[in-house]
């Protein structure tokens, strides 16, 4: 008999004030409130926006109707993934999407792309040359049944898309994004994923652990 042993990939990435954000938005920052010598205990304080470092997007982050984290199961959040290795430098696009095999089931795409390889994901300054989708590829994402579609930046759309065209045609179908990935140690091929956001019922979004497991022979 041989014994299988499951391997456990955490991609999601340390919430730290190294953390590179989005332009606009605030940094992380933890505050320590008490201490040990003067309180008797350690106490700190969190300040973050709700789309650090890894983190989910749902509708109503575009849309004005659109579903809030209260709005959404778990079981969106978990179940089978495939991991695909794109390595060019352009966005994510149809040529490469239709030459994917998806097996039955699996309803799941994240893109593992220069971002993680590079350690763009990593670096504390905000990159605006990362690798995205394109709208073809999204509008192949809802055209395939995917209901999660991740990516290992901060953002699944180009920094110049101003129009957030990526984000509202994958949301509009009501698909969940996962942002913020850090898909540098895990191969090509399918897992099962965990992405347990923060539960705040009226957010937009909220940063998550995620983490892939796969069994080994």
């Known amino acids: 008999m041989i014994d299988r042993v499951k391997r456990i990939y955490d991609i999601s990435i340390p919430l730290t004030k190294h953390l590179p954000v989005w332009p606009t938005s605030e940094k992380f920052n933890i505050t320590w409130v008490k201490n040990i010598d003067e309180d008797g205990v350690n106490e700190s304080h969190l300040s973050f926006n709700t789309h650090s470092g890894t983190h989910i997007d749902l509708p109503y982050h575009f849309l004005k109707s659109g579903k809030k984290m209260g709005d959404i199961s778990l079981d969106r959040l978990i179940g ?10 352009g966005n994510i696009n149809t040529e490469f999407l239709s030459k994917i095999s998806i097996p039955s089931g699996c309803n799941k795409l994240l893109f593992k792309t220069k971002n993680s390889l590079d350690r763009t994901i990593k670096q504390s300054k905000f990159s605006e040359d990362y690798v995205a989708l394109s709208l073809e590829g999204a509008e192949w994402v809802v055209k395939n049944g995917i209901d999660l579609v991740g990516i290992d930046y901060l953002s ?22 996962l942002e913020g990935l850090n898909l ?10 965990f992405v347990l956001p923060l539960n705040i019922p009226e957010a937009e979004g909220a940063p998550a652990r995620a983490i892939l497991i796969k069994e080994d022979a």
């Not at 089978?80 to 390595?87: G, K, L, P």
């Not at 699944?156 to 994004?177: A, G, P, Y």
């Not at 540098?184 to 994923?193: A, I």
Request: hydrophobic share 40%; no cysteine; glycine share 4%.
């Open 184 to 193: 540098k140690d895990v191969g090509e091929g399918v897992y099962e994923l």
């Open 80 to 89: 089978s993934a495939m991991v695909v290795d794109f390595r060019s430098n």
């Open 156 to 177: 699944i759309q180009n920094f110049n898309d101003k129009d957030n065209r990526i984000h509202k045609t994958l949301l509009e179908n009501n698909i969940v994004i």
